[in-house]
């Protein structure tokens, strides 16, 4: 009976939640705060796949990111912009250039090196005008894809590699064929199975009719993944085929010099200048698993290298790629790259001082030494032959998992990355975040990292496996304060991405969870452990060290049956909440001594789905929130409940209807508006204003569809900071106006939402010239913000903003936006810049009038016939030292100087009219007539007082004379 109360109780709040509100909120409704990506590109992201051309004396790169979109460079990678940020996916698994027209690109969606934090996409994308516009072509539910092949021959022929679904079956595998650019399909080669799919292709340029293609058999589960069979020996679907007529009929190729099955991943690349030889990697049982070799096209094969960089973890390193002038010549992309001149019989380590972990490459066919590769840390550039590498840091794709910020001024902001440590970066720097204001302070794969509440000099960073160390930020002496077993325990189970939390109540109180959940009230030096296991245990999802299949792969990120998530109440610390990754919510409001597991009051949600995350409510202790997430089981839909009640009972907040996509990861409550909500996804961050009934993707600043891991809310500066797993560290400043749009702000036609005062931030000068090949994270505007709302466009009639001084007098007129939504602009908060009289030099302390005092100001919009006005405070900068009285006694010679060089203008525009008057009549006589000498005389009379007035001397625009003008502008 209780169930059925709960289903009908889950049916209604559903209905409830699907009815659509009086107001439209959509995305153009929210994103006019914008938003500004930090970056970093220092660290950088995965790179998936990468092609490249040559254009003329251009070379042209296409950058594929596992999870930060397609970007491109026209000039060899000296500057890069991206370029698919407009699709709803922004995983990428392939990139390839039509060989015949440069300006047609392929693109297959879904990364197809599948550890476990891969990302999902949709399909092949098609451009015809390099990248500027993009098609879906088909294959939506490919979920990722390896490999696109162009026939040289006739471009409108396309192969294209499809894996599939990695966390569930799927027919939607094989090879694809389109003969016609993409407007129909047919699957050439499927499968003998449900779970196998295209793990690579290649053909013969010279023929491409004649294809290669390995199949794959491969499944991943949140607490193990194969390759190959279910185990070690068990029957695979894995195979390497061959087609002689362009995919119509394949044949397998067995024996002859290929091992014996089971197979797992394969990898095949014919030699570009000798197709009969084709390279095939193999992963089989030790010692068969090895690269091979066929010097007669696929007839038989000789086994090659089989050293451990070749043979390293299969199913996120198989790729070949063979240089196109040497056939005895071959890359193999690995955690080193690997490279054999001898066929293939022997390979040496070339990655040098690269990042490792890579996955493409690419060697120009007219200059082999001129190569680029792509790795876990970014792209890479060598054009000796890969002896040296240098790093390309000019693409944001870093990968973040979780983000932080402390109360600094200007705050910074912590993070961990996918296999690119822990680290310190800037919100805002002058002259802008650069990469060097980005500083690591902890190895491994980072993923939770805060400053201590009690001592800001040190940082708490977890690595995977629940690898936590305690950093001092200043030296960086490192200690690792990991939780130990107890005596004859065994080893604890710490997940990939084990969760450490920060109490909000309790100065310098830190937790961190395995199977249990710890508590340090002394920075980690001792341990308090204040659960019993809160998982369910279950041993068959805790075998990892068989997980691999063919090829045994423990890396801890099969770890399972352990916490996820940990939100400690900020209205009583006695209030825990814990969140596992194999279903359970488990909650304490004794401080740990007792715990109730909730997830069976959570209706409609799967079975064992991760406990994403918990956001404790900042008003009422018993409220919290919380994301499930089954993808992978398959389900790809988004789970976000709220309680209220200490989890008796659950609210769903995401309709069946809702506009939501991708798999939730967080979800975060306002700590000012409780109906103000925060979801990040597998694909784009999602606001609520009305506590979950009605969903709008944000876009602001030009956010893409890119996976959202974490998000806070900064207390003081009221900043939204978003990590981004595949964009790096984005930063909406001041998202108080969306915390102002009530159902009744909504509804009116327009409204000025300005709550935070403008901030007249220090003077304040540093960075230097990087060129353009470095990414630079934009700062937050010097200018006062002014944001207001607009219930629909704005078409018809005049709309200004002027600002306005206490007495009335107009300061300022604003450009405006009439985009329907939220719109800002802004105010330099400062006089217009004064009237200068004209000379030979610039005068650039001119430039721009003096700062306004801090006070009261109003602007004024004026829209059609109607007026709108909200008061504007401007205060100083609490850095700043300068007392009222320092401001206004500045301020006062500033507008002494500035009436100057008015009075200044309009005598030397007197006298300018004056001598070209005398000048206009004396050349009207004779040259040597009594008046027109003294007509001269009295015009040079007249220059020499505007020479002592301004520069009349050419010496360029910053040297030269200095007069009284230039006096008066450096003051």
């Known amino acids: 009976m209780r169930n059925v109360l ?3 109780a889950f049916l209604a709040t559903t209905a409830a939640l699907a009815q659509t509100p009086a107001v439209k909120v959509d995305s153009e409704t929210i994103s006019g705060l914008g938003a500004r990506n930090i970056g970093s590109a220092t660290m950088s992201g995965r790179v998936a796949a990468l092609d490249a051309v040559h254009e003329g004396s251009r070379v042209t790169v296409y950058i594929g990111a596992a999870s930060g979109g397609v970007w491109k460079s026209v000039n060899g990678g000296t500057t890069f912009k991206p370029i698919f940020d407009k699709q709803p996916v922004q995983s990428i698994g392939a990139v390839t250039i039509d060989p015949k027209n440069p300006k047609v690109i392929w693109v297959g969606t879904g990364e197809a090196w599948t550890r476990n934090s891969t990302s999902i996409g949709n399909g092949v994308y098609k451009s015809t005008d390099g990248g500027d516009n993009w098609t879906n072509v088909g294959l939506p539910n490919s979920e990722r894809i390896a490999k696109i092949l162009v026939d040289p ?35 050439v080669l499927k499968g003998t199975n449900a779970s196998t799919g295209c793990s690579m292709i290649s053909f013969d340029r010279t023929n491409p009719k004649t294809l290669y293609a390995g199949m794959w058999d491969f499944r991943r589960k949140g607490w193990t993944f194969r390759s190959g069979g279910e185990g070690p020996n068990a029957p695979s679907g894995s195979g390497l085929f061959k087609s002689a007529d362009g995919g119509a009929t394949w044949n397998e190729l067995t024996g002859n010099g ?45 086994i090659g290298d089989r050293s451990q960089a070749m043979i390293w973890r299969p199913f996120y390193f198989a790729n070949l790629i063979v240089d196109p002038k040497n056939e005895n010549k071959v890359f193999k992309p690995d955690g080193p790259l690997i490279v054999s001149t001898d066929g293939g019989k022997s390979f040496s380590n070339v990655a040098g001082g690269a990042h490792g972990d890579f996955h493409d490459v690419w060697i120009d ?4 030494d001129y190569i680029i590769t792509g790795d876990d840390g970014g792209v890479w550039y060598s054009y000796d032959g890969a002896n040296k590498w240098w790093k390309a840091e000019n693409l944001p794709i870093s990968q973040f998992y979780h983000v932080s910020v402390d109360m600094d001024r200007p705050y910074h902001v912590y993070g961990g990355l996918q296999d690119n440590s822990s680290w310190v970066g800037d919100s805002q720097y002058p002259g802008g975040v650069t990469n060097d204001r980005w500083e690591n302070m902890y190895g491994g794969d980072g993923f939770w990292m805060f400053a201590d509440t009690s001592d800001n000099d040190y940082i708490y960073a977890e690595s995977q496996g629940g690898e936590i160390g305690r950093i001092n930020r200043k030296t960086h002496e490192q200690r690792t304060i990991k939780p130990l077993p107890n005596y004859k325990e065994g080893k604890m189970r710490f997940n990939w991405n084990s969760p450490i939390h920060m109490s909000p109540t309790q100065q310098g109180t830190i937790y961190i969870g395995s199977q249990f959940l710890f508590r340090s009230r002394d920075h980690g030096e001792t341990w308090e452990r204040i659960s019993p296991d809160l998982t369910t245990n279950d041993p068959e999802k805790q075998k990892q060290e068989q997980s691999g299949g063919v090829t045994v792969d423990n890396s801890s990120a099969e770890m399972h049956t352990t916490i996820f998530a940990i939100s400690e109440s900020p209205k009583n610390s006695n209030v825990i909440w814990a969140g596992t990754d194999d279903g359970n919510v488990q909650i304490s409001r004794d401080g740990g001594k007792s715990w109730s597991n909730v997830v069976g009051n959570v209706v409609g949600i799967p079975g064992n789905a991760w406990v994403s995350y918990i956001d404790a409510s900042h008003f009422d202790e018993g409220t919290a ?7 992978t089981f398959g389900d790809m839909r988004p789970y976000a409940y709220r309680t209220a009640d200490f989890g008796k009972t659950w609210t769903p907040l995401v309709a069946a209807d809702a506009p939501v996509r991708g798999y939730a990861h967080v979800l975060r409550e306002d700590p000012v508006n409780r109906d103000l909500l925060y979801l990040g996804t597998e694909l784009g961050l999602w606001i609520s204003l009305d506590g979950g009934r009605q969903w709008a993707q944000y876009k602001g600043g030009d956010l893409p569809s890119v996976a959202v891991r974490d998000l806070v809310v900064h207390p003081r500066d009221n900043d939204l900071v978003i990590a981004t797993h595949g964009r790096g560290i984005w930063i909406v400043d001041d998202i108080t106006p969306l915390r102002a749009l009530t159902p009744d702000t909504l509804a009116k036609e327009a409204v000025f939402v300005q709550i935070t005062p403008a ?32 219930h629909k466009r704005h078409i018809f009639g005049d ?7 206490a007495d009335g007098k107009v300061l300022n007129t604003i ?16 006089l217009k810049a004064p009237r200068v009289p004209p000379a030979a030099s610039a005068l650039f302390g001119a430039a721009f009038g003096p700062r306004v005092l801090p006070g009261t100001y109003t602007v004024k919009m004026t829209k059609d016939k109607n007026v709108y006005t909200t008061p504007l405070q401007v205060v100083t900068d609490p850095r700043s030292t300068a007392t009222p009285q320092d401001l206004r006694t500045q301020f006062d010679l500033a507008q002494k100087l500035y009436a100057l060089l008015g009075e200044m203008a309009f005598a030397v525009d007197r006298i300018n009219g004056v001598r070209l008057a005398l000048d206009d009549r004396a050349s009207k006589l004779p040259a040597n007539d009594p008046v027109a000498r003294r007509l001269r005389t009295a015009s040079a009379q007249v220059d020499d007082l505007r020479k002592r007035i301004v520069a009349t001397k050419e010496g360029g625009m910053i040297t030269g004379e200095e007069r009284l003008r230039e006096y008066l502008g450096d003051l």
């Open 365 to 368: 066919p007219s200059n082999t």
């Open 759 to 790: 901030v007249q931030r220090v003077p304040a000068f540093a960075g230097w010239v990087n060129g353009d090949a470095q990414y630079t994270g934009p700062n937050a505007p010097n200018e006062a913000v002014i944001t207001y709302y607009q």
């Open 799 to 805: 709309l200004k903003i002027d600002v306005v001084d």
């Open 153 to 187: 021959t006739d471009t409108n022929t396309v192969y294209v590699c499809v894996p599939g679904k990695l966390w569930s079956d799927s027919d939607d595998r094989g090879v694809y064929k389109t003969t016609d650019g993409g407007k129909s399909w047919n699957k």
């Open 6 to 8: 709960s289903i009908l």
């Open 625 to 631: 929130y919380a994301t499930f997430d089954a993808h």
């Open 815 to 830: 450009p405006t936006s009439k985009r329907r939504g939220l719109s800002r602009v802004t105010w330099s908060m400062r």
């Open 258 to 302: 290929l091992p014996t099955k089971p197979w797992g991943r394969v990898a095949v690349a014919v030699a570009p200048s000798k197709p009969s030889v084709v390279y095939a990697f193999i992963e089989a049982e030790p010692p068969k698993n090895a690269l091979y070799r066929s010097d007669d096209g696929g007839k038989t094969w000789q």
